[in-house]
């Protein structure tokens, strides 16, 4: 069965630093790109980053770019977002999610995890 | 960036009705890339509809998408009270990916 399930989500400051992790279960983690997805509360969807199986490719969306860093460990099974200066816009469920087919950069989610919620707040 | 706009923002039904829900693109998105995702208060969203009209695994065939270029549809031929949720369409094809605004499906 395959599990995603995130931590670190936390209350932080504007201009803090976090690092969300996601560890992953139930599928060969080295094969699938890999997504994070937020919803700020009450919000829609938001694509945010996403890297590829083999680590070649990283793609962030331009509200992120520069601030936050996607990562993976292949020993561990696990996929991580480095966010830094982080703004109250920031806030938001942040969901870590699967490609649905091995080795392709492009392609849908056909698992996600339950959500990690991040406040940033003074 | 393709932008994806939903209508209505809003669609209120009764169960054993049919819902027809709207995706348009800002560009044109190739249908391998679009997909329609539900999702629930409290839950995580989950894949219905891959490549504009493949059902994901475990979704009941009232559930049909249709669509190509800019304009995609999502059907769900007669309503299950389970089936009152936010809907999402997403295009995976390009970077950034990005998803529709969503629609709500309410109980009338």
């Known amino acids: 069965e395959v599990q995603l399930v995130e931590s670190g989500g936390v209350v932080v400051q504007p201009g803090g630093s976090l690092r969300l992790s996601c560890a992953a279960s139930?599928?060969?983690?080295?094969?699938?790109?890999m997504h994070w997805v937020r919803q700020a509360p009450g919000k829609g969807l938001e694509w945010v980053s996403l890297?590829?199986?083999?680590?070649?490719?990283?793609y962030y969306a331009d509200f992120v770019k520069g601030r936050f860093t996607i990562s993976r460990d292949y020993n561990k099974n696990s996929l991580y977002l480095e966010m830094n200066s982080l703004k109250t816009e920031d806030t938001a469920l942040y969901y870590c999610?699967?490609?649905?087919?091995?080795?392709?950069?492009?392609?849908?989610?056909?698992?996600w995890g339950q959500g990690t919620l991040v406040t940033v707040s003074s | 960036e393709i932008v994806l706009t939903q209508s209505p923002g809003t669609l209120s039904l009764s169960p054993g009705e049919r819902a027809t829900l709207s995706c348009r693109a800002s560009?044109?998105?190739?249908?391998?890339?679009l997909a329609w995702y539900q999702q629930k208060p409290g839950q995580a969203p989950r894949l219905l509809i891959y490549?504009?009209?493949s059902r994901a695994t475990g979704i009941p065939d009232r559930f049909s998408g249709s669509g190509s270029g800019t304009d995609f549809t999502l059907t769900i031929s007669r309503l299950d009270p389970e089936d009152f949720a936010v809907y999402y369409c997403?295009?995976?094809?390009?970077?950034?990916?990005?998803f529709g605004q969503g629609t709500r499906l309410e109980i009338k």
């Open positions: 997403q295009q995976c094809g390009r970077s950034p990916f990005t």
């Open positions: 999610a699967k490609a649905s087919q091995p080795m392709l950069v492009f392609d849908y989610f056909d698992y």
């Open positions: 890297i590829s199986w083999d680590d070649a490719s990283t």
């Open positions: 490549g504009a009209s």
């Open positions: 139930g599928f060969t983690f080295d094969d699938y790109t």
């Open positions: 560009q044109s998105v190739s249908s391998s890339y």
